[in-house]
T-cell receptor
Framework: NAGVTQTPKFRVLKTGQSMTLLCAQDMNHEYMYWYRQDPGMGLRLIHY???????AKGEVPDGYNVSRLKKQNFLLGLESAAPSQTSVYFC?????????????FGPGTRLTVT | AQKITQTQPGMFVQEKEAVTLDCTYD???????LFWYKQPSSGEMIFLIY??????QNATEGRYSLNFQKARKSANLVISASQLGDSAMYFC??????????????FGQGTTLQVKP
């Protein structure tokens, strides 16, 4: 099993450009998440999904959109990149339901917006 | 509002000694869960240990144990017999009952641990 994979690993964008980050998981997880990690601020939740076709806002959703057309994929889009979106982006997934499960993380995408 | 606080930005420990990383949390719910993750310099997030609010025993996983003090709302991570490979950033995270059908986690700011040879 590959677990959680993220594409690309690195990207440099100019202000105003758009891009999509792809997250894929092969563990049949119901729940998927996108986080950003900035120095000194831990991980903050951008958007999440509790199942195919459903998405919801997290703590810092502004400037991002997401889609979950297939259970195994969760896409994060930046329509018009800004320097404030320079960060490391992590995707995570977990089993769903009332029982508590840990989240499995991808390797991260380092995005720089100039 | 739910919150996780890690007050130690950086810690040093001598190899083979034990170290405690602090984590305090704030929630009004009675049912919640606490997680610790490790992030080495390579960047990946590795799950270490979990403690449920109703668990009577402190969680242990190999050299990792969680010192859970519910009344003080603290969930400190104890690493015994530190190894050089333990050098990393450590994050405490919480899931509360309000997130039971979403699995959302709230993370602390992290503590960087350096193990000295």
């Amino acid at each position: 099993n590959a677990g959680v994979t993220q594409t690309p690993k690195f990207r440099v964008l100019k202000t105003g450009q758009s891009m999509t980050l792809l997250c894929a998981q092969d563990m049949n997880h119901e729940y998927m998440y996108w986080y950003r990690q900035d120095p000194g601020m831990g991980l903050r939740l951008i958007h999440y999904s509790v199942g195919e076709g459903t998405t919801a806002k997290g703590e810092v959703p502004d400037g991002y959109n997401v889609s979950r057309l297939k259970k195994q994929n969760f896409l994060l889009g930046l329509e018009s990149a800004a320097p404030s979106q320079t960060s490391v982006y992590f995707c995570a997934s977990s089993y769903g339901g009332m029982q508590v499960y840990e989240q499995y993380f991808g390797p991260g995408t380092r995005l720089t917006v100039t | 509002a739910q919150k996780i606080t890690q007050t130690q930005p950086g810690m040093f420990v001598q190899e083979k000694e034990a170290v405690t990383l602090d984590c305090t949390y704030d929630t009004s719910d009675q049912s919640y869960g606490l997680f610790w993750y490790k992030q080495p310099s390579s960047g990946e997030m590795i799950f270490l240990i979990y403690q449920g609010s109703y668990d009577e025993q402190n969680a242990t996983e190999g050299r990792y144990s969680l010192n859970f003090q519910k009344a003080r709302k603290s969930a400190n991570l104890v690493i015994s017999a530190s190894q050089l490979g333990d050098s990393a950033m450590y994050f405490c995270a919480m899931r509360d009952r309000g997130s039971s059908n979403t699995g959302k986690l709230i993370f602390g700011q992290g503590t960087t641990l350096q193990v000295k040879p």
